[in-house]
């Protein structure tokens, strides 16, 4: 699809079938379609504007001059503050009907879309010849005018390409707007997802924590609980000995089986929080819901 801005006119064929050419296939990989932005220009135009500016040095009459130009032999000089125009030339390129003025992001020759232009350009006998004059916009065709035809305009453009024109608009639009949102899902996962983790871990080092204090804790008061009822009962069933005494064997021989039960707080909670914690991986590894 070539699109056309008001007044732009491609009758040479081959310009204007190379254009369409790449603009398919630059719309194909995600591209945005070529714009002409300026296509021919007749020579009559170019002698009318040319002349609305510069007279010829004899004629100047003590206007302000701003600069020179040769055309047809003659030496002309600009009196119009409207800027500087080329001398009329029936082989310039666009006068010679092989040359187009392209639209964003065609006339930038740091974009991707113009980069890509480049590459695919050769086959198409299209060449980026405004590179020799600081030109990103322009391109030429390789291969001459080609046919002389009523060529493409906005004007020849139906209703139904228009339209059909302003939906690839819109579509090229939505994908570009669902790509990034996908992008950013992606970034918005990859982050929640390191946050929750860090946030479970930290969560289970406090509990492990908290789970071994308690655990300890428990531990402790059980055992005073056992060596307080032990140390009572003896001290009843043997009244005449010494309850310290009483007291101490009792607490040696908890300790003792302490040892023998080999009772590892800290590796029981550690071992608790590391299924917690292998749990909470699998949840979070599973795919995102989109
Ligand atoms: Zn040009």
Known sequence: MLRYTSGAVLHGSNIREALMAAS?????????????VSGDREYDEQVAIFLARYVLVGQVNGRRVYDFRWWEGRQYARISPAGTVAAPSRTAPHVAKIASDLGYPYNDRNTAAHRRLQQIAPGLGLDWTGRFFGEDWHWETTRG????????????????EELMGVLDDIRDMFNATNQAIEERTQAQHDVTRAFLLDQTQRQHDVTRGYLADL??????????????????AVAKTSPGVDPGVVRDA????????????NVDIDAIAKRVNDEADERARQRLDQPAAS
């Open 24 to 36: 398919a296939i630059l719309v194909a990989e995600g591209y945005p379609p070529i714009t002409v």
């Open 215 to 232: 655990t300890q804790a428990q531990h402790d008061v059980t055992r005073g609980y056992l060596v307080d009822t032990i140390t009572a």
């Open 145 to 160: 005018v080609g046919r002389i035809d009523g060529g493409g305009t906005t004007a020849s453009t139906s209703e139904e």
């Open 250 to 261: 009792v607490e040696s021989a908890v300790r003792d089986i302490e040892v023998e039960a």
